[in-house]
């Protein structure tokens, strides 16, 4: 592996560790900053009225079983961005950023070669 080649690697991994060291220090500060879930009663109502056997049943006579889907699809992303659940979000796109980038610079690991030192026979 030539010098060059390390040292772009090294670079690589050091931009990696710093998106990962600022993404999951911030996930962590949403995660200490936010309470567990916070509903208020009319929260509340809005979710029993949307989980209700009657809701879901005129949602499909309306649109079908594709809106029940993507209503329940809107529901589970909307649960994304809040509360405690923002910091697994924010954790998860921080992997995800990284790793995308580790892969679009080609920082794969070096061959196993590389570290095997004098060849032996």
């Known amino acids: 592996m030539s010098e060059e080649r390390r040292e772009r690697a090294r670079r690589t991994l050091r931009v990696v560790a710093v998106i990962l060291g600022l993404g999951w220090t911030a996930s962590a500060g949403v995660w200490l900053c936010t309470t567990p879930t916070a509903h208020d009663d009319v929260d509340d109502e809005i979710d029993d009225m949307e989980h209700s056997k009657r809701y879901l049943r005129e949602l ?12 329940e699809l809107d529901r589970w992303v909307a649960g994304l961005w809040q509360g405690r659940n923002l910091a697994w979000t924010t954790a998860a796109l921080t992997a995800a950023v990284a790793g995308g980038y580790a892969l679009a610079r080609g920082a794969a690991a070096p061959a196993a070669d590389d570290f095997a030192g004098p060849a032996r026979r």
């Open 60 to 71: 499909e006579r309306i649109g079908g079983k594709s809106a029940v889907f993507t209503a």
